[in-house]
């Protein structure tokens, strides 16, 4: 190969190298797309009140990614409305928003977009934006935030000035010392003080020791005339002794009174005394104690019983999808403890989409004798009931419920299998094993998840053995338990 090719040749790789590594490390992919086919795209005006730094080609990205470039831009009473070309796909909401953002500290400008929530943004509707802070912006708080720092600065210097009475921090060192001296003073003066209060106690028992005696002697004399006055009046307290002696005998009298009344109450004389001495008497006050003890009794298990049973209330309405129709349920249930419960069912709902049932009816025929001559059957149509009422027992062993009874209207069955913790709740249910056009029995499954505040929803699968009339439905409801009703029920609890 000659030189001339071989140069060619590499001058030919050199190329496609650089060309491939441009292509694969250019930030905005310009040149990939020279040759890829690009993505429909569409304008959007944006209104901003500032548009430093942005020119024709400046990138406009979502969340970092590019969808677009700015066209144009022009001004409009005061205000840059920037025109945007950005992917059809992209989608915007009607509080979708600009804004002007850099890459980095000093990399370039480029259009944020952020798309909103909420209904589509209207086409040819103006989008509005949200001012960044610029570097100008931090730059004016990193100066205002300078120019209080050197304030305080120089306020710090100031108060270390000498002013006209001499530095301050000296003045406050000589005010602290002026104030020790004083406590000190304060101190010494509350010495001699507590010196003069003890001479004036040595003083006070001086003078108590020479007055003692004339105290006594006041005293004496206000005993000797007390005797004196008991002297004079000694008539007056000898007849209130007489007086004193003659209640003494009436009470005498009294208790002689009650003395009899208790003989004849020992003797079993009257009523009191029968109930005491009489032994049929006091039987029939046994009785009678016995009696109310055991009435109480029965009123202590009664409240038991009241306060152990629950009752629950819970309403929950369904919508069944391939029938466009709804059914409601109202349940009360009654459980005595945790393993039991009695519940009572209404359930309401349209069930037209169902095969109509008929009744057979005889008509006699009759000629113009009275003779019977033949008799003709007919089937009416029998009406559907849009309410059914349900009563149901279930038991409970460990997570699996067994339930059974009437279920809307017939006799059925069913089973309830709770996991994760209770809060999920797994339902089978078949009934009416006699259903008219030859159907199999009425199946149903559903699934109940438990909400915070008793709310609850359901979803489940009806009829689930008749393929022409089966259906998916979901629904919600709400349980909550009511004591207040427990007083009206306390009996049938303790019945069952």
């Not at 000190?184 to 001086?206: C, K, P």
Request: aromatic share 8%.
């Amino acid at each position: 190969m000659k030189q001339e090719a071989k140069i060619g040749l590499f001058v030919i790789l050199a190329c496609a190298a650089i060309a491939y590594f441009v292509v694969n490390t250019s930030e905005e992919g310009s040149a990939l797309r020279f040759w890829q086919q690009s993505a429909p795209k569409r304008l959007l005006d944006v209104e901003m009140s500032d548009a430093s730094g942005l020119r024709r080609g400046t990138v406009v990205a979502v969340s970092g990614v590019q969808v677009g470039t700015v066209q144009a831009i022009r001004l409009h009473n005061g205000k840059a409305i920037l025109s945007l070309q950005i992917d059809r796909n992209l989608q915007l909401q009607e509080d979708a928003y600009a804004s002007l953002a850099s890459k980095g500290v000093l990399g370039d400008k480029y259009v944020a977009l952020f798309p909103g929530t909420g209904s589509p943004l209207p086409e040819g509707q103006m989008l509005t934006s949200k001012a960044s802070p610029s570097l100008d912006d931090i730059m004016s708080v990193v100066h205002e935030l300078g120019e209080s720092v050197l304030t305080i600065t120089r306020k710090f210097e100031e108060s270390l000035e000498s002013g006209p009475d001499g530095n301050r921090f000296t003045t406050v060192a000589e005010n602290v010392e002026e104030l020790s001296r004083q406590l000190l003073l304060m101190v010494q003066n509350n010495q001699d003080h507590v010196g003069t209060m003890s001479a004036n106690f040595s003083t006070m028992s001086t003078d108590l020791k020479n007055e003692l005696p004339v105290i006594l002697a006041e005293m004496k004399q206000l005993i000797a005339d007390f005797r004196s006055v008991i002297q004079s009046e000694k008539s007056k307290i000898s007849s209130t002794m007489d007086n004193a002696s003659a209640m003494t005998e009436r009470m005498n009298e009294a208790m002689g009174s009650v003395k009899s009344i208790v003989q004849k109450i020992d003797s079993g004389e009257g009523t009191i005394g029968k109930l005491i001495s009489d032994n049929e008497t006091a039987s029939k006050v046994e009785n009678i104690l016995d009696q109310a003890s055991t009435s109480l009794e029965q009123v202590q298990k009664y409240l038991a019983a009241a306060d152990s049973f629950k009752i629950n209330l819970e309403f929950d309405t369904h919508y069944l999808e391939k029938h466009e129709s709804m059914f409601n349920r109202f349940k009360f249930q009654i459980a005595p403890n945790d393993k039991k419960y009695y519940q009572i069912d209404l359930t309401s709902g349209s069930k037209d989409y169902l095969p109509n049932e008929y009744v057979k009816s005889h008509t006699d025929i009759f000629d113009g004798e009275g003779n019977l001559i033949g008799r003709e059957m007919q089937l009416i149509e029998k009406d559907r009931d849009d309410y059914e009422f349900g009563l149901q027992f279930a038991y409970r062993f460990d997570s699996l419920t067994i339930r059974g009874g009437l279920i809307e209207g017939s006799g059925g069955g069913g089973l309830d299998y709770m996991f994760i913790k209770d809060r999920m709740k797994m339902s089978i249910d078949f009934f009416d094993f006699d259903r008219p056009a030859d159907l199999n029995s009425h199946g149903r499954i559903d699934f109940t998840f438990r909400l915070p505040k008793g709310l609850r929803i359901i979803a489940g699968w009806d009829d689930i053995l008749e393929s022409d009339y089966s259906s998916v439905y979901i629904g919600a409801g709400i349980r909550w338990q009511d004591d207040d009703l427990k007083p009206l029920l306390a009996s049938f609890s303790k019945a069952l």
